[in-house]
């Protein structure tokens, strides 16, 4: 069942950003859903961009024949590895078909995710409605994989009001066995070497080394400027992924932080959209009295 958040209409035709799903159970089904939305929008030349992972982007090309090449396909599981890199994304769809409407396919809660990576991937749906309210050229339909267990309604209709309350809802504790910092400007320097060190330790690369160590800084930097001159950073290793949470006590209002790029001359924000390019996942919640921000980086 395809699920719409534009409410608004003129003559019997929605208007605004329209944010649909459709639930399937089989590749059958799935195809049998997808083909004719993106069907419809060729006939009426849209452009098309679809973000599936890769079984169901073959599926698709092949339900679509020749068709198929006047779609642009785009891997989600590299693409929207970290969900807050695909506003930017559809943004981009946005920009490379100036005055032409733009009909999407997203699936960013695909089968396989760990659990932080669904979570980060529910927050994305909900702030959709809020990045595009103003793109009325633009509709998105998400597919979701029955298996997965996510209701695509509340993501779909009244998604602000979702949004709002979980980016102000802390993240799940940090575990006992974690080691902790707390840190100042003075210990910034010292920060990267220990960080360094523990990465090292478990493996990651000098790549990825060198990306996290970047990411961390701006975050930890944040901290010292926006919230209180002091943060805590706390380091374990779960789902095969270095963690590095950093908090402290400020707040930030913007709900689209570091999903935006800001402008060169903005106060904030810029540190939040590197770390967003660097790390595999990124989370980021913030209410009256505190600021969090989880870095995730893969080791293999």
């Known amino acids: 069942m395809l699920r719409d958040s534009a409410t608004d209409a003129l003559d019997g035709v929605p208007t605004g950003f329209q944010h649909g799903a459709f639930v399937y159970t089989s590749d059958e089904e799935f195809v049998r859903l997808a083909t004719p939305f993106v069907r ?3 006939a009426t030349g849209e452009a098309i961009v679809a973000a599936l992972p890769p079984a169901r982007i073959a599926r698709l090309r092949e339900a679509l024949g020749p068709e198929g090449d006047q779609v642009g396909f785009i891997d989600m599981t590299m693409a929207g590895r970290n969900p807050a890199r695909l506003i930017p994304l559809w943004r981009d769809a946005l920009e490379r078909n100036p005055g032409r409407p733009v009909r999407g396919l997203g699936e960013p809660a695909y089968a396989g995710r760990s659990t932080a990576e669904y979570d980060e991937a529910v927050l994305h749906e909900a702030l959709l409605d809020i990045a595009f309210a103003n793109d009325t050229g633009f509709r998105l339909v998400c597919p979701y994989e029955a298996s997965v267990g ?13 949004a709002e309350k979980a980016f102000r809802m802390a993240l799940s504790e940090v575990p006992d066995r974690a080691e902790r ?26 790549d990825r080394l060198d990306d996290l160590a970047l990411a ?4 930890c930097t944040n901290s010292i400027r926006f919230g209180g ?10 789902d095969g992924s270095l963690i590095c949470d950093v908090a402290d006590r400020g707040r930030i209002d913007n709900l689209l932080v570091g999903r935006v790029l800001p ?21 980021l919640r913030s209410g009256d009295d505190f600021t969090q921000v989880r870095l995730h980086t893969r080791l293999r």
């Open 229 to 238: 001159a002091r943060g805590t950073l706390s380091v374990w290793i779960a």
């Open 263 to 283: 402008p060169l001359d903005g106060l904030g924000g810029r540190g939040v959209w590197l770390a967003n390019q660097l790390c595999d996942l990124v989370q």
């Open 216 to 219: 961390l800084h701006e975050i």
């Open 40 to 42: 419809d929008g060729l």
């Open 181 to 206: 910092w707390e840190f100042t400007l003075a210990d910034l320097g010292q920060v990267r070497q220990w960080v360094n060190a523990q990465a090292s330790s478990h493996g990651v690369s000098r």
């Open 150 to 162: 996510i209701d695509p309604t509340a993501t779909h209709s009244g998604a602000e009001a979702l």
